[in-house]
């Protein structure tokens, strides 16, 4: 792939394609990652890390395993249980290797697990017969985008005081607006991607 294609794989991944905002695949995360900025950050780091091992392993799988021997049909059987083996790894690696971080990203890590944006990600990619380097960028970029809508959406959370508006828009109304609105920012971009 050229390098202007590579980028717009990787712009539609962050603007026009966020797993969080368009594709509305980010959003099983804890609901501390929609109230806190800072847990916002941990999902979408443990997210990225999810998503980026994912394709790599799915791509090795789908190109060396299913298209050689013609099982395209258990795409999504193999998909699952390989996203779900490497939250599995990760969690085993760094409760192993790491202690003190996994303690502070445990429970973020694990509603990796049912969120289906790396699931997503990596059925995307196998869809689209993306080269290697166009789907680790791919998910690269769609996981810092997810990052940046969680952050976005916790910042926004804690600095506008949501009380001051009508009666019937409090709570989860004026929430769900907020999303739409901030999905809708997003709309101008869907050009961007270059096949």
């Known amino acids: ?8 794989v990787a712009l539609a991944a962050l603007l026009s394609e966020n797993f969080v905002l368009v594709s509305s695949m980010g959003i099983g995360t804890r609901v501390e990652s929609f109230r806190s900025p800072v847990d916002a950050l941990r999902s979408g ?17 789908n190109y060396l395993v299913l298209d050689r021997f013609g099982w395209q049909h258990f795409r999504l059987l193999a998909l699952c249980l390989l996203v779900t083996g490497v ?8 409760q192993a290797c790491l202690p003190a971080l996994f303690q502070r990203i445990k429970g973020n890590l694990s509603a990796v697990s049912t969120n289906c944006a790396a699931l997503g990600c990596t059925l995307l990619i196998s869809q689209r017969s993306y080269g ?3 789907a680790l960028l791919f998910s690269l970029f769609g996981g810092i985008g997810a990052t940046l809508a969680l952050a976005s959406f916790a ?25 739409g609105l ?8 869907y050009g961007l991607h270059l096949h």
């Open 87 to 94: 939250i599995s790894g990760l969690h085993a690696f760094l």
């Open 155 to 179: 910042s926004l959370r804690g600095e506008v005081s949501f009380d001051h508006c009508p009666r019937c828009f409090q709570g989860a109304p004026i929430l769900l607006l907020t999303a």
């Open 1 to 8: 792939m050229a390098v202007l294609d590579l980028a717009g």
């Open 182 to 189: 901030m999905a809708l920012a997003l709309v101008g971009f």
């Open 132 to 134: 290697l380097g166009a």
């Open 45 to 61: 780091y443990c997210l990225t890390v999810v998503m980026v091992l994912s394709t790599l392993l799915s791509w090795l799988a």
